[in-house]
């Protein structure tokens, strides 16, 4: 079955610097790839995905790009706040069968 | 409009407990979904519906596990003979259609077996 890995697990980063996290997966057939915001206490918030045919997707100051090649994918949010501070989760898809990373917790600081 | 609600959103359950947790999903969604999130892991899938068939029950850990959907809407998870192994968090989405569909999440339902 598909596997997901993603890192880094923790990432720290000053206000208005980029974060990067990246995923790789392992099934060549997974065709959507959703990432997912996670507060405290929250539900994962479905934040920006893309779909296999699309290399890079961009939603204001956060961007998605997948190399299906090399079969891994990234989130790029740029000029951070404290707000964007959470656990972060990448996913891979086929069809309803949706496997998801071990989430990177991400730490803005002001 | 309405997200996805569940409920309870805590349950403390001693171990050889039946417990049911339940779901709302959103308004017109065919498809729901449950997962199992331990502490300071990603969701794990357990079982889908579309509509009132479950189509995939292949997560669910053991046959303590039962999920329906009887009308096509509330789904209910019921674990039964709990143990501590089933402490997490219960996730539940729905999405519009099946496959490859944006997935909306309800807050979970924290389950602690003591």
């Known amino acids: 079955g598909e596997n997901v890995e993603q890192h880094p697990s923790t990432l720290s980063v000053q206000e208005g610097d980029s974060a990067v996290i990246k995923c790789t997966y392992s099934?060549?057939?997974?065709?959507?790839f959703p990432w997912y915001k996670q507060e405290l206490g929250k539900g994962p918030q479905l934040i920006i995905d893309?779909?296999?045919?699309?290399g890079e997707k961009k939603d204001q100051r956060i961007a998605v790009t997948l190399n299906k090649t090399a079969k891994h994918f990234s989130l790029h949010i740029t000029e951070t706040q404290p707000e964007d501070s959470a656990v972060y989760f990448c996913?891979?898809?086929?069809?309803?069968?949706?496997?998801f990373g071990a989430g990177t917790r991400l730490t803005v600081k002001p | 409009g309405a997200g996805v609600s569940q409920s309870p959103r805590y349950k403390v359950a001693k171990r050889g407990q039946d417990v049911a947790l339940r779901c709302d999903p959103i308004?017109?969604?065919?498809?729901l979904f449950w997962y199992q999130q331990a502490l300071g892991q990603g969701p794990e899938f357990l079982t889908y519906?579309?509509?009132?068939?479950?189509?995939?029950k292949s997560g669910l850990p053991s046959d303590r596990f039962f999920a329906e959907r009887p009308e096509g809407s509330v789904s209910t998870l019921k674990i039964q003979r709990t143990q501590q192994e089933d402490s997490a968090v219960y996730l539940c989405?729905?999405?519009?259609?099946?496959?490859?569909?944006?997935?909306?999440f309800g807050p979970g339902t924290r389950l602690t077996v003591t």
């Open positions: 989405a729905s999405s519009l259609a099946g496959q490859g569909y944006e997935q909306y």
């Open positions: 099934d060549s057939a997974s065709n959507y």
């Open positions: 893309i779909r296999s045919n699309v």
């Open positions: 996913a891979a898809s086929i069809n309803n069968d949706m496997r």
């Open positions: 308004s017109g969604h065919v498809s």
């Open positions: 519906f579309q509509n009132e068939a479950q189509l995939d």
